[in-house]
């Protein structure tokens, strides 16, 4: 029972952190916080009706936080001038690239089209964007294109890295997540980003755009837990220097498969 206890009272206080940080206008850190509370809510099933009236004040307090993210995020009617970004002004930040996808006023609208260009000065890097969304208040699936995909396979080769070898730490990693108890979830969210890693670069070597993309969006959620549980103990006053040298690694791990992805 004490898991499932823990694994509530997680999920209840990341979903009153998510209120926080919306109602501050910190959205990007309340999705964060609910994707944490989902993955904490799956654990905490069961139980009897304390269990269920605490599961109902989650979903509550989920529901008023996913209200107020729309509105947050609705366009002003004066948009902000477009600045063209040179490449010496790209940064590579410390996860992948979430960009919030607006939704549509009406069911029977078209997206636009966008036009390829034709001018070579025009024609830049892989984009690195991630495509629709996977539900409301949810960061976007992280995707990147088959050319990024192709300059990051050239940069393990360039580094010695093999298919067989990543396949074998994938498999191993795998099996240290099914080994872990259900008292140790946080260690499961870290054998889990190991995996991903090598399977992601092993997908790479491989040219297996979806297998890449899948394990790359799937690493993107891993590692934003194992970021929420570093800070949530660094916001209680009480560092955990194991858990900020994970996600530092995992940090470390994504932007060298960005960089790559950009040619660098």
Same mark, same amino acid.
């Given at each position: 029972?004490?898991?499932?206890?823990?694994?509530?009272?997680?999920?209840?206080?990341?979903?009153?952190?998510?209120? #926080? @940080?919306?109602?501050?206008?910190?959205?990007?850190?309340?999705?964060?916080?609910?994707?944490?509370?989902?993955?904490?809510?799956?654990?905490?099933?069961?139980?009897?009706?304390?269990?269920?009236? /605490?599961?109902?004040?989650?979903?509550?307090?989920?529901?008023?936080? /996913?209200?107020?993210?729309?509105?947050?995020? $609705?366009?002003?009617?004066?948009?902000?001038?477009?600045?063209?970004?040179?490449?010496?002004?790209?940064?590579?930040?410390?996860?992948?690239?979430?960009?919030?996808?607006?939704?549509?006023?009406?069911?029977?609208?078209?997206?636009? #089209? =966008?036009?390829?260009?034709?001018?070579?000065?025009?024609?830049?890097?892989?984009?690195?964007?991630? #495509?629709? @969304?996977?539900?409301?208040?949810?960061?976007?699936?992280?995707?990147?294109?088959?050319?990024?995909? @192709?300059?990051?396979?050239?940069?393990?080769?360039?580094?010695?890295?093999? #298919?067989?070898?990543?396949?074998?730490?994938? =498999?191993?990693?795998?099996?240290?997540?099914?080994?872990?108890?259900?008292?140790?979830?946080?260690?499961?969210?870290?054998?889990?980003?190991? =995996?991903?890693?090598?399977?992601?670069?092993? =997908?790479?070597? /491989?040219?297996?755009?979806?297998?890449?993309?899948?394990?790359?969006?799937?690493?993107?959620?891993?590692? $934003?837990?194992?970021?929420?549980? @570093?800070?949530?103990?660094?916001?209680?006053?009480?560092?955990?220097?194991?858990?900020?040298?994970?996600?530092?690694?995992?940090?470390?791990?994504?932007?060298?498969?960005?960089?790559?992805?950009?040619?660098?």
């Amino acid at each position: 029972m004490r898991p499932m206890n823990e694994a509530l009272m997680t999920a209840l206080a990341s979903a009153l952190e998510a209120r #926080v @940080a919306v109602d501050a206008g910190r959205f990007d850190e309340a999705r964060q916080l609910l994707v944490i509370m989902d993955e904490h809510l799956d654990q905490g099933q069961g139980g009897n009706a304390a269990h269920s009236a /605490r599961r109902k004040k989650i979903l509550r307090l989920e529901s008023e936080v /996913r209200d107020l993210l729309p509105a947050a995020e $609705t366009p002003t009617a004066k948009a902000a001038p477009v600045v063209e970004a040179t490449p010496t002004d790209v940064e590579v930040s410390d996860a992948p690239v979430v960009t919030p996808v607006a939704a549509s006023t009406a069911d029977d609208v078209a997206p636009p #089209v =966008a036009q390829a260009s034709t001018d070579p000065k025009e024609v830049t890097s892989p984009a690195l964007e991630p #495509v629709a @969304a996977k539900k409301k208040g949810v960061a976007a699936p992280q995707h990147l294109p088959a050319e990024a995909w @192709a300059l990051v396979g050239e940069a393990l080769r360039a580094e010695g890295a093999d #298919v067989a070898t990543l396949d074998a730490l994938a =498999a191993r990693h795998r099996y240290m997540v099914k080994a872990r108890t259900e008292r140790n979830t946080y260690g499961m969210k870290v054998a889990e980003r190991l =995996a991903l890693q090598a399977e992601v670069e092993a =997908a790479a070597l /491989r040219g297996d755009v979806d297998a890449a993309n899948k394990a790359w969006d799937r690493l993107f959620d891993v590692v $934003t837990a194992i970021r929420g549980a @570093a800070q949530k103990l660094r916001r209680a006053g009480t560092p955990d220097p194991e858990k900020d040298r994970d996600y530092d690694a995992a940090r470390v791990d994504s932007l060298k498969i960005k960089a790559w992805a950009r040619g660098r």
